[in-house]
């Protein structure tokens, strides 16, 4: 065993099956360990590393405030804070205020206490539940744990959990809505549950439903939003207009910082909900700058290119390989091929690592891609030559 291994195991609460690749270092979309072996990375830390590794603005902007100030509580206006809430609502097109967390499970821990208010102060007779999707997820609070919509998440260790929460197909969203009902939570590309996006129609259907009948819509967009689908928000691509939505993963280019965006900017006043660390001069300078940097890759065009040469990677790895894989979906740089079955899916995975590249699972037998935003051409091309080494290699 490693040291490092056994420093880990020793210490280490064990919640993860843990790979002991030992990384020192990372350049955009490439990782390096304490060998100096390099991987192509198309997993960007599941979707957090959006403009790739040891970034130089990033890294610039961090040293400058860290410099000056790191934090000061928010007793105190924070300006990169209010800058970047004044940046998501410009980027997103919406009539917006946002609330910073730190992570996704607690943006949508925001996003719920949200619902619950507007449950109370709107209604007569006070509405709380809440309506998820099956297969969706939403974090690992004892709340978000309960609003995921996979039953093999709500583990009768952690129970008793919050009422109010029940999961179902989209097209039974409809029937299970009660007088109780507050808001519907869903994510438009599900991501742990297998990428998969749901029809426009569908959506854009559902949207107008509970805007007629005044029930919230919380759009969950921690993995798919901040360009991920294309687009700064899938939202946007919809072309819904949501009561709340969620960030995370993204946003902060790799310093942990969350996001819960509402038009209905009035909702709270002072004290009704609260964060230490939300919002701080280091995540919210960071996160500016991340936008910035994502916003020109966008306007140059660059960002549709990339997500064009991918796609074209990735439909020729699919048609070279249809003994292996079922179909190929998902959006923007949010991506997967099903594989036949999840034996295969795991080895591939494994073998994927020991041919220098690095991919993820999603659901049962997705295998899912979550590239940086700003990776190479080069970096594309040499991931899907390994890539194919390791089918190769499988087969
Ligand atoms: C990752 C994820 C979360 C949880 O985010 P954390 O930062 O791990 O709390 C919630 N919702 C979706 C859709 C996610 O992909």
């Known amino acids: 065993m490693k040291d490092i291994e056994k ?3 020793e210490y280490v609460l064990h919640t993860y099956a843990r790979n002991y690749i030992n990384f020192k270092k990372g350049l955009n979309a490439t990782l390096f360990d304490d060998e100096n072996r390099d991987y192509v990375d198309f997993t960007s830390g599941i979707g957090v590393t959006s403009v790739g590794h040891g970034n130089a603005r990033v890294a610039k902007k961090i040293f400058e405030q860290a410099s000056n100030l790191l934090h000061t509580s928010n007793l105190y206006v924070i300006e990169p804070q209010a800058l970047l809430a004044k940046k998501i609502k410009e980027l997103s097109g919406y009539d917006v205020r946002t609330f910073f967390a730190n992570s996704g499970a607690e943006a949508n821990e925001g996003a719920i206490k949200i619902a619950r208010t507007y449950g109370e102060i709107k209604f007569e007779k006070k509405r709380y539940k809440i ?5 969706s997820f939403h974090g690992r609070t004892i709340t978000t744990v309960k609003a995921t919509g996979q039953s093999s998440f709500h583990q009768s260790k952690f129970a008793p ?3 109010g929460f029940s ?3 989209i097209d039974d969203v409809y029937n299970a809505i009660d007088d109780e009902t507050v808001a519907v939570m869903i994510e438009l590309v599900q991501g742990e549950g297998g990428i998969l996006p749901f029809p426009k129609d569908k959506i854009q259907e559902l949207a107008k439903f509970l805007k007629d009948n005044n029930i919230l819509l919380i759009i969950d967009e921690v993995q798919t939003g901040v360009y991920r689908t294309g687009e ?3 939202s946007n691509l919809y072309e819904i207009e949501p009561d709340i939505i969620t960030l995370a993963k993204g946003l902060g280019g790799g310093v942990p910082i969350g996001a819960v965006i509402t ?6 006043g002072a004290g009704d909900h609260g964060s230490t660390f939300g ?5 919210t300078s960071t996160g500016l700058e991340v936008l910035d940097i994502l916003e020109e890759l966008k306007d140059s065009g660059k960002l549709d290119e990339t997500i064009i040469y991918f796609t074209k990677k990735l439909d020729e790895l699919y048609e070279n390989n249809r003994d292996i894989f079922i179909t190929h979906v998902g959006l923007g740089l949010m991506r997967g091929l099903r594989v036949k079955d ?3 899916l795991a080895l591939l995975i494994k073998t994927a690592f020991e041919c220098g590249v690095m991919v993820l699972k999603s659901g049962n037998n997705t295998l899912r891609f979550l590239p940086a935003l700003t990776i190479s051409k080069f970096e594309i091309d040499e991931g899907f030559k390994r890539l194919q080494a390791t089918l190769n290699k499988i087969k």
């Open 167 to 169: 999961f179902n197909a």
């Open 7 to 9: 420093l880990d195991k």
């Open 161 to 163: 959990y919050p009422d």
């Open 342 to 344: 999840g034996d295969t």
């Open 232 to 234: 700064f928000l899938a």
């Open 279 to 283: 919002g701080n001069y280091l995540v």
């Open 263 to 268: 038009k209905h900017k009035d909702i709270w």
């Open 131 to 135: 309506i998820t999707l099956e297969n």
